[in-house]
């Protein structure tokens, strides 16, 4: 079954500007600038003030759920430029104390459970990372690379051989852009 027109809406904040070039998205705020691939042809974007239009003619079931893909990472491409994303994590270590520190582009974390070489995570573009005393914080204007960046630092820490109810060390999630972790 087609359905014959639909549309979502975005709403465009102050300082806020999106333009669309061939099959890329443009995004830009008074954080930074930000790019993205459109996936779907169909995609038909226009701009009305301040609230932007993704339309699709003639979708089916499919191309209705990537219009809400799609006007989903629009909200957080708008909300990367103009306020950023922020996770924060916890080092914790009960049985080694654990030195986690920055060294240029790499994430270091020397002595977990008494390793005697170090941990090492290279950290991608666009994601800035600070360790400051036990906490790890990971922004960026991409809420994607914030996430994956907080995933491979927390994974950077795992051991599937030790019982973890026992053995808690690591480097955990506490703060996910705003949304506090339980």
């Known amino acids: 079954m087609r359905l ?30 930000l790019s993205r691939k459109i996936m779907n042809p169909s995609l038909i974007l226009t701009q009305e003030g301040s609230i932007l239009k993704i339309t699709i003619k003639n979708a089916t079931k499919r191309e209705k759920t990537t219009l809400g893909t799609f006007k989903a990472h629009l909200k957080n491409m708008v909300t990367g430029v103009n306020e950023g994303f922020t996770y924060k994590m916890k080092v914790c270590s009960g049985h080694f104390p654990m030195t986690v ?9 020397k002595n977990y459970l008494g390793e005697k070489t170090p941990r090492v995570l290279k950290i991608k573009p666009g994601a800035e990372v600070k360790v400051e005393g036990d906490i790890v914080v990971v922004t960026s204007l991409n809420r994607e690379l914030a996430g994956q960046t907080s ?25 996910k852009a705003g949304k506090e972790i339980k």
Not at 5 to 30: F, S
Not at 154 to 169: C, G, P, V
């Open 4 to 33: 014959d027109h639909l549309d979502e809406r975005v709403e465009l904040p102050a300082g806020v500007k999106i333009r669309a070039e061939g099959d890329m998205i443009h995004a830009e705020g008074p954080k930074g600038k």
């Open 101 to 109: 520190m920055m060294k240029g582009d790499e994430l270091i974390v």
């Open 151 to 175: 995933a491979s630092i927390e994974n950077l820490t795992s051991r599937s051989d030790y019982d973890k109810r026992i053995f808690q060390d690591g480097i955990y999630i506490i703060d």
